[in-house]
């Protein structure tokens, strides 16, 4: 029998998106096929310490999170390239010295983790100094789409159609509330949006029509991110979203669905919480195709998969687009490179459809096609730097001498 590919869920970590992470990572892990894959959840906490063990599947056991209490063991990912294990410390007696065991070897993982450590290229990083394969952008294209300010510049300068921006400091904040505020309205018309650079889940996000509106949004923005993007603001617009799943020259844009929203924008409460029965993203109320031409369908399928090719994503992803009801014109809100669900209700009813669990499958390949491919490059080059700089090294010594 084929050995069973050992399979990591990664989730948790030190983000404002810490809980929804928990939701998306315990559905995946219900859809993963046991005959196929040998799954180890790891959890990261709060305060950044990872854990595995049998009560991580029981949602109970986030509530107040004990990990002691829960039976969990602390683990340590071992970043020897190529080890891949996750390996626990246990203290011996008085004179005993410490002990190590490998609690699991993984051969892939899925990040399922929204916003700073984890959906920002910085977990990324430690996984390709791990040489671990995994299932989601790389580490340039997860930090600049989790940077809102850098996220728009790459887009904008790659040509597509976004709303005008200004960038904005704490520091500028603190030192002239007032100054900068008129500095953004020289530049921007109300109505503005204002957004902490690095958050999600409409965390922080703001409309301002307003002088006092956007002293507010600012207020609130800053107390979030050193830095905040303001963006020129569409009246209530359409607001649509297409999953993007591939690597390389292999993309394919899911249906487009519409997100019903409440407010004036599509804030947390709509997105998780007003349907807690722990489904996550996928129990937001939404119309799948989203009722728009099928003109406008081409054009956002086709931008995410250019803006999935630009941003050199892998796995799954989804593009946040805006519509303006006045003029039609479609702009891009954002990416998100590991969404809510993972996005799996669209790619359900995506052309002949695609079940969660073969939705995994195509990850896991991904994942270890990208592994593949990153090692067939050379990663050494021979040359006689060192011994050239000894021999020269002892011609200096001895002209120091002379
Ligand atoms: N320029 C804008 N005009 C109108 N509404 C906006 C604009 N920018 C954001 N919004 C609203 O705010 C929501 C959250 O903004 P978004 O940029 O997607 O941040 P997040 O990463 O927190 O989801 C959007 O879904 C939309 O409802
Ligand atoms: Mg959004």
């Known amino acids: 029998m084929k050995a069973k590919l050992r399979l990591g869920i990664l989730f948790g970590s030190r983000s404002t998106e810490h809980e929804v992470s928990i939701v998306s990572a315990l559905q995946l892990a219900n859809f993963v096929n046991p005959f196929k894959y040998d799954l180890t959840l790891v959890y990261i906490s709060r305060e950044g310490a990872w854990y595995v063990g049998p009560a991580l599947w029981q949602l109970e056991t986030y509530l107040d999170f004990n990990p002691r209490k829960s039976g969990l063991t602390q683990v340590f990912p071992d970043m020897t390239a190529r ?12 004179f ?3 002990t190590r065991r490998v609690e699991a070897r993984l051969d892939c993982v899925i990040p399922v983790m929204h916003g700073l450590h984890g959906e920002d290229g910085s977990l ?10 995994y299932a989601s952008c790389g580490v340039a294209g997860s930090a600049v789409g989790l940077d809102k300010i850098m996220m728009k510049q790459a887009f904008r300068g790659a040509g597509f159609p976004v709303m005008p921006d200004t960038a904005v400091s704490r520091q500028e904040w603190l030192h002239d509330p007032g100054a900068l505020m008129r500095h953004i309205e020289s530049v921007l018309p109300y109505p503005v949006f204002v957004k902490p650079a690095n958050l999600g889940s409409s965390i922080g996000v703001s409309r301002a029509d307003d002088r006092e509106a956007l002293k507010q949004a600012l207020a609130l923005g800053f107390s979030l991110d050193r830095r905040c993007l303001v963006e020129q603001g569409l009246d209530e617009p359409e607001e649509v979203n297409c999953a993007v799943l591939g690597y390389d020259g292999d993309i394919t844009a899911s249906v487009v ?3 019903v929203r409440q407010g004036e924008l599509l804030d947390f409460k709509t997105k998780y919480l007003s349907a807690a029965q722990g489904g996550g993203m996928a129990s937001l109320s939404r119309i799948i195709p989203a009722p728009i031409s099928p003109e406008e369908t081409a054009r956002v399928q086709q931008l995410s998969r250019d803006i999935f090719w630009a941003l050199d994503c892998k796995g799954v992803v989804r593009v946040d687009f805006m519509i303006d009801r006045a003029t039609r014109g479609i702009f891009i809100t954002e ?16 052309g002949e459809g695609l079940r969660y669990r073969h939705l995994i499958d195509r990850l896991v390949h991904y994942a270890m096609k990208a592994y593949q491919d990153k090692n067939m490059n050379l990663t050494s080059y021979q040359s006689e730097i060192i011994s050239s700089a000894i021999k020269s090294r002892s011609g200096g010594a001895k002209g120091a001498k002379a």
Do not use: C, H
């Open 83 to 94: 080890s891949r294990a996750l390996v626990s410390v246990k203290r011996g007696g008085i």
């Open 96 to 98: 005993a010295g410490e």
């Open 124 to 133: 990324q990083g430690m996984l390709e100094m791990m040489d671990m394969p």
């Open 257 to 259: 669905e519409m997100p």
């Open 335 to 350: 990416i998100n490179t590991i969404p809510g669900s993972l996005a799996f209700y669209l790619w359900e009813k995506t």
